[in-house]
């Protein structure tokens, strides 16, 4: 099995800074994309951002110039850095990570989420 155990959320004022974290564990040979998805209610899903495995980033327009996706190999973790939120960020993060399994196959594994609420 794999697990995605995601961690960083919270209340934030706007204007504030949070960095949320995704590990990933268990039958794991490698891990080739890794992304951040948010939904607040009555939105659908969203992407805000994604890097590859060559370290490729994609980020929504709305997250560009505020947030920053990195990623590290060794910990098979990915993580978010917000800054400058908005309330308008208030939403539940979710990652998602696209993997190789141990010993054959391949799959899209996404975390249970993170509430961010953006408020003063």
């Known amino acids: 099995q794999v697990q995605l155990v995601e961690s960083g959320g919270g209340l934030v004022p706007p204007g504030g800074s949070l960095k949320l974290s995704c590990a990933a564990s268990?039958?794991?040979?490698?891990?080739?994309?890794m992304a951040w998805y948010r939904q607040a209610p009555g939105n659908e899903r969203e992407l805000v951002a994604r890097?590859?495995?060559?370290?490729?980033?994609t980020y929504a327009v709305s997250a560009k110039g505020r947030f920053a996706i990195s990623r590290d190999d060794a910990k098979k973790t990915v993580y978010l850095q917000m800054n400058s939120l908005k309330p308008e960020d208030t939403a539940t993060y979710y990652c998602?990570?696209?993997?190789?399994?141990?010993?054959?196959?391949?799959?899209?594994?996404w975390g249970q989420g993170t509430l961010v609420t953006v408020s003063s």
């Open positions: 998602n990570v696209d993997l190789l399994l141990d010993p054959v196959g391949v799959l899209d594994a």
């Open positions: 890097i590859t495995d060559n370290n490729a980033t």
């Open positions: 268990g039958n794991i040979f490698s891990i080739t994309a």
